[in-house]
């Protein structure tokens, strides 16, 4: 059965920003990189399962894409009842893990990065 693939407006802010970040628009391999990146994406459609537990929120799952140092994690939530699939963040595979609630500090730099959009 087909899941329904969607991504949250945080999703596709990271998506857009990391398509300029490659500078996809004016290089054909950076171009075909972010088609492969968005393909692993919508395979979720066929394969929503597939992506490991993230340690953070025992409730998401996660793929990865590309090679360290330049791989991207793909967190998601899995809705089997409703046969959906909500892209929450990307993340570059080198940043910090994310935060959960209570270890997130008032004032933490990184407290504006860590929240996911669950819309």
Do not use: C
Request: glycine residues 6%; charged residues 30%.
């Amino acid at each position: 059965m087909q899941y329904l693939v969607r991504l949250t407006d945080r999703a596709l802010r990271d998506l857009e920003a990391i398509y300029e970040f490659i500078e996809a628009d004016s290089s054909e391999s950076a171009f075909s990189w972010f088609n492969g990146f968005a393909g692993t994406i919508y395979s979720l459609e066929r394969f929503p399962g597939r992506g490991a537990v993230i340690p953070e929120d025992k409730k998401l799952r996660h793929l990865l894409f590309g090679k360290k140092p330049s791989s991207y994690r793909i967190i998601y939530a899995l809705d089997k009842r409703k046969n959906a699939v909500t892209i929450l963040h990307i993340r570059h595979g080198a940043r910090a893990a994310l935060l959960t609630e209570p270890e997130i500090r008032p004032n933490s730099p990184l407290q504006a990065s860590v929240s996911l959009d669950k819309r």
